[in-house]
């Protein structure tokens, strides 16, 4: 099947399943990606975009503020990738993305007081490089997952309304000693105040060790669950251990 009628066909069948439970409030934006997708079919590449679709949250423990209800979380997405079916393995999957979770919800401070609307956001998205670019003065992973981003700046001078629910356990491979102190050097040092420690032959070998050890065969367990042969996965280390999520 075409790329864009299979992720078409997806999209509608997935507003379908929606439908089926109480989950979501109005899945139409995955009816109109799926939509646009199969009148675009005979473009180069596939694209969609799913403007918000939102959904009831749990009062889950952790929140903050503690009082704060009518949780919705909703997402909006932004992607597009190569139509390229026969060479799948050489290309990279997708051209752009992004990807924002938004999360809303109220408290009421009194029975005086009008209720005080509250908001925080995750942001993902694929990083555009051009040859214009500069290079970045912080850690940038092609594909990152943020709290905050665009959605949240125009709350700049009012981050009192933000509400905090505990955060999602995004996987990242294992860290050492070493491999802590290069994710906060990466993630929290301008990169102009650490050039030299980070292009130090000595710190770079002490990393790349680590990265060996620890990194290596982390990945080789994911990518193991699609391709098991050649691989020898310790029990404590499989794929559905790392990724609980595979199917």
Known sequence: MDRSKEIATDLIRLATVLRTYPVCSDPYPLDAA??????????????YKVGKISFDADLV?????????????????????????????TINPLNSLQFDIEIEGRVSPGEENDPIDL????????????????????????????????KMEPMEKDYGRSIILPAPRIIHPPMDAVLGIDFILQNYKNKHSIKKVIE????????????????????????????????????EFSPKMILPFYL
């Open 34 to 47: 799926g939509n646009y997708c199969l009148s675009n079919s005979n473009r180069p590449h596939w694209s």
């Open 61 to 89: 423990n952790g929140r903050i503020p503690f009082r704060c209800t009518d949780i919705k979380v909703s997402l909006s997405i932004e992607i597009s990738g190569s139509r390229d079916e026969q060479n799948e393995t």
């Open 200 to 235: 130090d032959s000595d710190y770079r070998k002490i990393v790349k060790n680590s990265q060996a050890r620890l990194w290596k065969p982390f990945f080789e367990s994911i990518y193991s669950h699609w391709n098991p042969s050649g691989f020898n996965i310790h029990n």
């Open 119 to 150: 908001f925080s956001s995750w942001h993902l998205d694929r990083h555009i490089y051009s040859l214009k670019d500069n290079a970045p003065n912080y850690s940038h992973p092609l594909y990152h997952l943020a709290f905050g981003g665009v």
